[in-house]
């Protein structure tokens, strides 16, 4: 609906060396450890699954077929099954963040963390924005846990760098709600508040997490991480950022 392009960084001091750095880790992880998505046996070892998370045991399945619908058609798809995970079952929470399903996934994460990432990693210093990547991240990672705890639904996996790039968006949201943002909207180029361009694409999620029913995407992680991210911008922020930040709501004086 809504795809930025650009933002306006003539302000920014940090050079965004932790953004960059996650960008580079995210595309290792996906081209060489997951061998551009092939390599089963590593994913599904190193992903996140509620069931794993909410016993603290390790699940192991056998390859499987199953059946998913998809704008009113059924598919058979090949779930590959979950493999022994060589690490305590908690840490899938921060391995499961690094790792992606396709090239596309993997794309649209990096891009939108490339685009508002480096002006909340200038807000915060780059050593509270990592510790803010990772905390949101986890974060997003067990609301799907507590959304997922009983039935099938606990042994789906999940992973993607989404729930802690919600997190960077809410962050977003909170310190620069006025920073123009140049967005493709409906074919065209326009400059809209970061609380438009960012906003939209919350509503959209908490939209879609509602009406969806095929399960293919963490719309529950999605809202977990914004919110968390729109709690802890201002905590984590250095004074001058929180000092400086927009206000989300600009009320002018009528004057008779």
Same mark, same amino acid.
Do not use: C
């Given at each position: 609906m809504v795809f930025p392009i650009a933002d306006d960084n003539s302000d920014r001091t940090l050079s965004p060396v932790v953004t960059v750095t996650l960008i580079v880790?995210?595309?290792?992880?996906?081209?060489?450890?997951? #061998?551009?998505?092939?390599?089963?046996?590593?994913?599904?070892?190193?992903? %996140? &699954?509620?069931?794993?998370?909410l016993s603290g045991k390790d699940v192991v399945t056998e390859p499987s077929l199953q059946r998913v619908e998809v704008q009113g058609q059924v598919y058979e798809v090949r779930a590959p099954g979950l493999r022994p995970t060589p690490i *305590?079952?908690?840490?899938?929470?921060?391995?499961?963040?690094?790792?992606?399903?396709?090239?596309? $996934?993997?794309?649209?994460?990096?891009?939108?963390?490339?685009?508002?990432?480096?002006?909340?990693e200038d807000d915060m210093g780059h050593a509270r924005y990592l510790a803010f990547y990772l905390a949101t991240g986890v974060i997003a990672s067990l609301v799907f846990v507590?959304?997922?705890?009983?039935?099938?639904?606990?042994?789906?996996p999940s992973l993607g760098a989404s729930g802690a790039i919600?997190?960077? =968006?809410?962050?977003? =949201? &909170?310190? $620069?709600?006025?920073?123009?943002?140049?967005?493709?909207?409906?074919?065209?180029?326009?400059?809209? *508040?970061?609380?438009? /361009?960012? #906003?939209?694409?919350? =509503?959209? %999620?908490?939209i879609?997490?509602?009406?969806?029913?095929?399960?293919?995407? /963490?719309?529950?992680?999605? &809202?977990?991480?914004?919110?968390?991210?729109?709690?802890?911008?201002?905590?984590m922020s250095s004074t001058l950022a929180r000092e400086s930040a927009d206000p989300l709501l600009m009320v002018r004086r009528r004057i008779p």
């Open positions: 880790l995210n595309i290792f992880v996906f081209a060489v450890l997951q #061998g551009m998505g092939s390599n089963d046996a590593f994913t599904m070892a190193f992903v %996140q &699954v509620p069931a794993e998370i *305590p079952v908690w840490l899938t929470l921060l391995t499961a963040i690094f790792m992606h399903g396709s090239v596309m $996934h993997l794309a649209g994460n990096m891009w939108f963390l490339w685009i508002f990432g480096d002006n909340v507590f959304a997922n705890m009983s039935g099938d639904a606990s042994l789906t919600s997190g960077v =968006l809410g962050a977003y =949201l &909170v310190l $620069h709600p006025q920073r123009r943002v140049s967005v493709i909207f409906v074919r065209v180029m326009v400059d809209v *508040p970061g609380y438009v /361009a960012v #906003g939209i694409w919350f =509503l959209f %999620q908490v879609s997490g509602l009406f969806d029913t095929s399960g293919g995407v /963490a719309y529950s992680a999605h &809202v977990g991480g914004f919110v968390a991210g729109m709690i802890l911008a201002k905590p």
